[in-house]
């Protein structure tokens, strides 16, 4: 397998800055708000070298520097500027997957008689990628997505690296602990306390040891610091998807709250995608923390995810599954994803009560496609709506 790993540095700051050429040279950060317990998602280079970071508070920063320019998140513009990367990576690769958020993996095992060696095609793709977007990233090209992945943290901002075959454990072992995948701040302290500051000295630790030092995620992350990895590419080649996105005036921890801001978003993504005739078997779902941190997580269905009821079931348990840090939550964004068409032929055998769901649903759209999203819905949503929840669509 040869992966290539394409890590915008940055990303919301990137694209900030190709919107507007104003801002090159000078610092500035991506805020959800202004004031009170705001934090800084995203910084420019400038921003940085400033002393500001990712997560810092918005008050802190604006002391930091003076005059500092302050810009609000600009959804749009950042699926816009995903568009054009997944097309680009399909014109390469027969298999790609976008985290949206400025990493981008290409599978080109293959292509060589198409592209080249895997590191001339790298470099093809990158000048691509400037033409198109005037966006450097760091690149790499290695054998799994692991590898990759830590080899572009260790180069960024930009540059391009190939890792050879073999020569994966010999790479990782000399890296900064704080590059590998998973070392949170916990899991940091407990190899600052044991004294351990590069990625081999987790490498050459026994099964025994990694699982005294590090609890039950020890062997995993001696396999990782080992440069092993089975993971593989998501396919999701650039497929009609449907995405909601809800962002808060002021961060919220209430559960309640949160359910209704799921809610929304799932009314509002399953009437368009029943106006389109569709239903979805893949469920992707977001989280954006007040500290900057995201938490994401996917789920697929062996059945088709038609009503909002049934889509709610699901979306709410995958948010309880990957939502598990008590901290503020300021963005949730919800993906529907894997669309079919979607043909309303009951089976004679379908259970009465399904076909009242059924037309009850058709119902609420018919409502809602002629009065408006919104004119009738849940009570949760209404509580939602009243923490200052704005919902962004995408499709």
Known sequence: MTIVHLNIVGFKAAVAAVKDKSLRGRPYVIAGASGGRSLA????????????????????????VKDLTVLSPDIPAYETMNEKLERLASLYAPLWENDRAGNLY?????????????????????????????IRPAASVACNKLVSKVATRAIRPTGLIQIQNGTEAEFMSHQDIAILPGMGPKLLKTAAIAGMREIGEIAA???????ALFGKQGPLLRNMAQGIDGSRIEERTGEKRITQQADFDE??????????AIEALVERGGLGMR???????????????SDGVRAQGFQKTKTLL???????????GLYQKIANRRIRIRTIALGFEDLVPLGYQPDLFEPETDIKKQKLQEAVDGIQNRYGVGKITRGLVL????????????K
């Open 41 to 64: 998602l995203d910084c420019s280079p400038e921003a940085i070298r400033e002393g500001i970071t990712p997560g810092m508070a918005l008050a802190v920063a604006e002391r930091r």
């Open 106 to 134: 290409l599978d080109i095992t293959g292509t060589t008689s198409l592209f080249g060696p895997p590191r001339d095609c790298s470099s093809r793709i990158l000048r691509e990628m400037f033409d198109h977007t005037e």
């Open 205 to 211: 630790l026994s099964v025994q040891e990694a699982l």
């Open 251 to 260: 961060d919220i921890i209430d559960d309640t709250a949160i359910r209704g």
């Open 275 to 289: 106006n389109d005739k569709l239903g979805m078997t893949t469920l992707r779902l977001a989280v954006m923390y």
């Open 306 to 316: 038609v009503r909002n009821s049934e889509i709610m079931t699901a979306a709410y």
């Open 383 to 394: 509580l939602a709506n009243n923490k200052g929840e704005r919902i962004t669509n995408n």
